[in-house]
Structures are given as structure tokens and as C-alpha cells.
């Protein structure tokens, strides 16, 4: 069995099982006037949002760390984990006692594939070595691990519930034909064509890739992780601070809806235009909540320096930025400082009110910057249950 002659067909498999061989990219695309009004729409929210790097390295490097997390919980949760921003912040404080192979972890390791994939565009281009290494770390030590990590699936798999194949929703093509497709994808991403956009360009590329479903595990993170390094590798936004998940969580049964119609209609305008209205509407969010996370900061440091005079201090407010969830021992060790001094310094964070001690069990105390927490819960909002005025 070959390409040719099958793309956009139903291919019988065993049992009598009719997989999909996904359709090359578009030739040509209906640009309606919807869908031309949205392509602007995105480009200048993204603009936006890629302004705030002249808010200055600093503080952007700041809100990627936060925004990095936002996702991976979101993105994660898509795929049925049940773990919560705060329960992941505070797992992260003491890392020692995140159990192995559970929920959090499976969000831990998003974060890791996505900073190794944003370190690797500076050697790697977007390809099917990165993708690989993407795959490999997200699914490190967790359930999917069983699944050949790194590598192609070499068996059928269909998307639905487990052993109904009868009932399946997509059924994805046959193993054999992956490499091909998936070489294919490869050449699409790596063109550049100036006709495109490359927000319709990573519309396409995410729907090519969940319809061809690569791996056994892990496709559709791998998926949305690929859109954010797209942007990033393409120059659309300096630092990746633009994030889809809370948009298609919120949206879940249109998204895959959306999908499902390029598979059965090839409506790639339809999937393309809600696409691109997500880049609008987070981007907008991005640029509402950096703010106000940026505005947070400084009323904290002002705090600080008008009642102590302490460089420690102001780099463990930025610490708090990166997690609101702090212990003595480890912001001792950040610090470079002693136990008793970072003990010191937390404890005239708790006298300004910035920080407080969470009750808990257990032989390490446990501190959180409230107010900080609940921005940050509140960017994981779904996008229209909030204000993104500014």
C-alpha cells in the first residue's frame, strides 16, 4: 500500500476497518471574507502581544515561566489529566515529593518537552528529529511510557473508547504509511512559501499532524506544542508567551469537531477560521494578564523597598513569579544565601503580607503568595469568562 492514489480516502484495514489517509496540504484556500478579517484580527493581537518584549527582557522572561505552566496544565488536561495550576505549583516547590508516573509529572514533562524544543530551535529546525525528541520527553517515566517513546507507532490506532474500535470516532491511517506522511509533513513545515501566513500555515500543520497520529500516546500535546514553536522558530512572537490550550479546553467538542469536518468535508476554511480566532482571542488575554502580572510585581517590590533594603528580597519576589509556592530550604538554595537568612526573608515577606504559610502536614513549611496564585489561576480562565481589557 502506497500514497498515491489514496490521499483523502478510507483505506480498509483488519477486521474490516475503514482508516483515513489524511489529504495533502491545501493547494488553494477559500479566503473569505471572514477568514481574511480574522487573519488580520490574529496578526495584530500577536503584534501586540510580541510588543510587550520592549516592556524589556527582564520582565517578559519573567511571565514565561507562569505562562509555560498555564499551558502544560491545560494543554495536559485535554487529554484527560486531572491535575490543577495550584496542585502543579506546589508539587513544584518540593520536587522530591512529586510521585512518579502520576498526573503532575505527565504535566512536568510538557514543560520540559516544550523548554528542550525552544532551546533546540537555535540548532534544530522544526522536523521529524525535533519531533521525536518532543515525544520521547513527554512521555518519560508516565503511563504512556509503554508506548515507544520517540518513536513511530508501527500498529493501528483509533480514537475513541478503548477496544470499540466499531465505535471509533477517527480512525487514523495504517502504520506503514506514517514515514511517508509524516516526510511529507516534514517538507510542508520546513517551506516558505511567501503566499502564506504562517498562522495558516500552522492551522494546517496541526491538522495534519493529529489526522496522521504518529504515535501510539502523546499526539495531540505534541501537537499543540508544535504550533507555539512554529511561532517562535518563524519570528511571529520573540518569547513563547502565546498559548491555545485554554481556548480549544474550553472549546473541546468544536475543536475536534472542527478537525473531524477537514477529515469528512475538507472544510480547511471552517477549521482554519476557529483556529485563528483562538490565536486572537489568547493573544489578547497574553497581552491582559502579562500586564497585570507586571503591574503585581511592581507593587510588590515597591513594598519591599520602602520597607527593607534587601537585593535578596527583590530576587525572591521574582522568584514568587516564576512559582507563588515557596519553602526555606529551596529558596536558601536559589538565593545561594543560609537557611536562617532565607528563613529571615520570608518571614518579612509574611509581615508585608505578600506571602503567607499554607497549613499542611509535614516537616517543611509551605508558603504562597496568594494574590499572585489567583492572577495566575485566573489566566487559565477560559477566555471569554474574563475581562481582557487593558
Same mark, same amino acid.
Given at each position: 500500500?502506497?500514497?498515491?492514489?489514496?490521499?483523502?480516502?478510507?483505506?480498509?484495514?483488519?477486521?474490516?476497518?475503514?482508516?483515513?489517509?489524511?489529504?495533502?496540504?491545501?493547494?488553494?484556500?477559500?479566503?473569505?471574507?471572514?477568514?481574511?478579517?480574522?487573519?488580520?484580527?490574529?496578526?495584530?493581537?500577536?503584534?501586540?502581544?510580541?510588543?510587550?518584549?520592549?516592556?524589556?527582557?527582564?520582565?517578559?522572561?519573567?511571565?514565561?515561566?507562569?505562562?509555560?505552566?498555564?499551558?502544560?496544565?491545560?494543554?495536559?488536561?485535554?487529554?484527560?489529566?486531572?491535575?490543577?495550576?495550584?496542585?502543579?505549583?506546589?508539587?513544584?516547590?518540593?520536587?522530591?515529593?512529586?510521585?512518579?508516573?502520576?498526573?503532575?509529572?505527565?504535566?512536568?514533562?510538557?514543560?520540559?518537552?516544550?523548554?528542550?524544543?525552544?532551546?533546540?530551535?537555535?540548532?534544530?529546525?522544526?522536523?521529524?528529529?525535533?519531533?521525536?525528541?518532543?515525544?520521547?520527553?513527554?512521555?518519560?517515566?508516565?503511563?504512556?511510557?509503554?508506548?515507544?517513546?520517540?518513536?513511530?507507532?508501527?500498529?493501528?490506532?483509533?480514537?475513541?473508547?478503548?477496544? +470499540?474500535? *466499531?465505535? !471509533? $470516532?477517527?480512525?487514523?491511517?495504517?502504520?506503514?504509511?506514517?514515514? @511517508?506522511? /509524516?516526510? &511529507?509533513?516534514? =517538507?510542508?513545515?520546513?517551506?516558505?512559501?511567501?503566499?502564506?501566513?504562517?498562522?495558516?500555515?500552522?492551522?494546517?500543520?496541526?491538522?495534519?499532524?493529529?489526522?496522521?497520529?504518529?504515535?501510539?500516546?502523546?499526539?495531540?500535546?505534541?501537537?499543540?506544542?508544535?504550533?507555539?514553536?512554529?511561532?517562535?522558530?518563524?519570528?511571529?512572537?520573540?518569547?513563547?508567551?502565546?498559548?491555545?490550550?485554554?481556548?480549544?479546553?474550553?472549546?473541546?467538542?468544536?475543536?475536534?469537531?472542527?478537525?473531524?469536518?477537514?477529515?469528512?468535508?475538507?472544510?480547511?476554511?471552517?477549521?482554519?477560521?476557529?483556529?485563528?480566532?483562538?490565536?486572537?482571542? +489568547?493573544? *489578547?488575554? !497574553? $497581552?491582559?494578564?502579562?500586564?497585570?502580572?507586571?503591574?503585581?510585581? @511592581?507593587? /510588590?517590590? &515597591?513594598?519591599? =523597598?520602602?520597607?527593607?533594603?534587601?537585593?535578596?528580597?527583590?530576587?525572591?519576589?521574582?522568584?514568587?513569579?516564576?512559582?507563588?509556592?515557596?519553602?526555606?530550604?529551596?529558596?536558601?538554595?536559589?538565593?545561594?544565601?543560609?537557611?536562617?537568612?532565607?528563613?529571615?526573608?520570608?518571614?518579612?515577606?509574611?509581615?508585608?503580607?505578600?506571602?503567607?504559610?499554607?497549613?499542611?502536614?509535614?516537616?517543611?513549611?509551605?508558603?504562597?503568595?496568594?494574590?499572585?496564585?489567583?492572577?495566575?489561576?485566573?489566566?487559565?480562565?477560559?477566555?471569554?469568562?474574563?475581562?481582557?481589557?487593558?
Amino acid at each position: 500500500m502506497t500514497l498515491m492514489g489514496l490521499r483523502g480516502q478510507q483505506v480498509e484495514i483488519q477486521g474490516g476497518h475503514q482508516a483515513f489517509v489524511p489529504p495533502p496540504p491545501p493547494a488553494k484556500l477559500d479566503y473569505t471574507d471572514r477568514l481574511v478579517a480574522l487573519l488580520g484580527e490574529a496578526s495584530r493581537a500577536l503584534g501586540r502581544l510580541d510588543g510587550l518584549a520592549r516592556l524589556g527582557p527582564l520582565n517578559v522572561r519573567l511571565l514565561v515561566a507562569p505562562y509555560m505552566r498555564i499551558e502544560a496544565v491545560l494543554s495536559s488536561r485535554i487529554e484527560g489529566t486531572r491535575t490543577s495550576l495550584d496542585e502543579l505549583l506546589a508539587a513544584e516547590a518540593e520536587p522530591t515529593r512529586i510521585p512518579e508516573g502520576g498526573d503532575v509529572r505527565e504535566v512536568q514533562n510538557y514543560i520540559v518537552a516544550l523548554e528542550h524544543g525552544l532551546q533546540r530551535l537555535s540548532t534544530l529546525p522544526i522536523s521529524l528529529r525535533l519531533v521525536r525528541e518532543l515525544h520521547e520527553l513527554l512521555l518519560r517515566g508516565v503511563r504512556g511510557e509503554k508506548h515507544t517513546p520517540g518513536m513511530f507507532r508501527t500498529g493501528q490506532v483509533y480514537i475513541g473508547a478503548p477496544g +470499540q474500535m *466499531d465505535r !471509533a $470516532v477517527y480512525i487514523p491511517p495504517p502504520p506503514n504509511l506514517v514515514p @511517508d506522511l /509524516m516526510s &511529507e509533513w516534514e =517538507q510542508y513545515v520546513a517551506e516558505t512559501p511567501e503566499t502564506l501566513s504562517v498562522l495558516i500555515k500552522s492551522a494546517v500543520m496541526h491538522y495534519q499532524f493529529e489526522a496522521i497520529h504518529p504515535f501510539f500516546d502523546g499526539n495531540g500535546r505534541v501537537g499543540r506544542l508544535l504550533i507555539i514553536l512554529l511561532l517562535c522558530e518563524r519570528g511571529v512572537l520573540s518569547y513563547p508567551l502565546l498559548y491555545l490550550s485554554a481556548y480549544l479546553e474550553d472549546r473541546r467538542q468544536e475543536y475536534y469537531a472542527r478537525l473531524n469536518a477537514v477529515t469528512r468535508d475538507s472544510d480547511w476554511t471552517g477549521w482554519i477560521e476557529f483556529f485563528l480566532h483562538g490565536v486572537a482571542t +489568547q493573544a *489578547d488575554q !497574553a $497581552v491582559a494578564f502579562c500586564r497585570r502580572l507586571l503591574e503585581l510585581r @511592581d507593587q /510588590m517590590r &515597591e513594598l519591599v =523597598q520602602g520597607r527593607m533594603r534587601s537585593a535578596n528580597a527583590l530576587t525572591l519576589i521574582d522568584m514568587l513569579f516564576a512559582n507563588p509556592y515557596l519553602t526555606v530550604p529551596r529558596a536558601a538554595d536559589r538565593l545561594g544565601i543560609a537557611r536562617a537568612s532565607a528563613r529571615g526573608l520570608v518571614g518579612s515577606l509574611i509581615d508585608l503580607g505578600i506571602v503567607q504559610e499554607v497549613p499542611r502536614e509535614g516537616r517543611t513549611k509551605l508558603y504562597c503568595a496568594p494574590r499572585l496564585l489567583r492572577a495566575l489561576e485566573e489566566a487559565a480562565e477560559p477566555p471569554d469568562r474574563i475581562d481582557t481589557r487593558y
